[in-house]
């Protein structure tokens, strides 16, 4: 039994067949949403995704809904976006 990390593609590759029976608590539920995005996802990196690619995904579908509906545009948001970049 572990925590979320214990779920990645990088521990199953490292763990190998000792993963075997492990067992890891994530909220999750199988939808044909999830199908879709999880063959995008497979097709594009060559394995299944786990928690933190869903997670982050649906972050990113969510703050794009959201430029969409304020009706922002890429000379409002490109400004802003490279003042909050990294120095």
Do not use: K
Not at 8 to 19: M, W
């Amino acid at each position: 039994i572990g925590g979320a990390p214990l779920a990645s593609n990088a521990f199953r590759r490292a763990a190998g067949d000792e993963a075997e029976g492990v067992v890891v608590p994530l909220l999750w539920q199988p939808s044909p949403r999830w199908d879709s995005f999880a063959r995008m996802y497979e097709n594009r990196w060559g394995e299944r995704p786990y928690h933190a690619a869903t997670w982050s995904y649906d972050a990113v579908r969510l703050v794009a809904r959201a430029v969409d509906r304020a009706g922002l545009t890429g000379g409002v948001l490109c400004p802003i976006a490279i003042q909050m970049a990294p120095a």
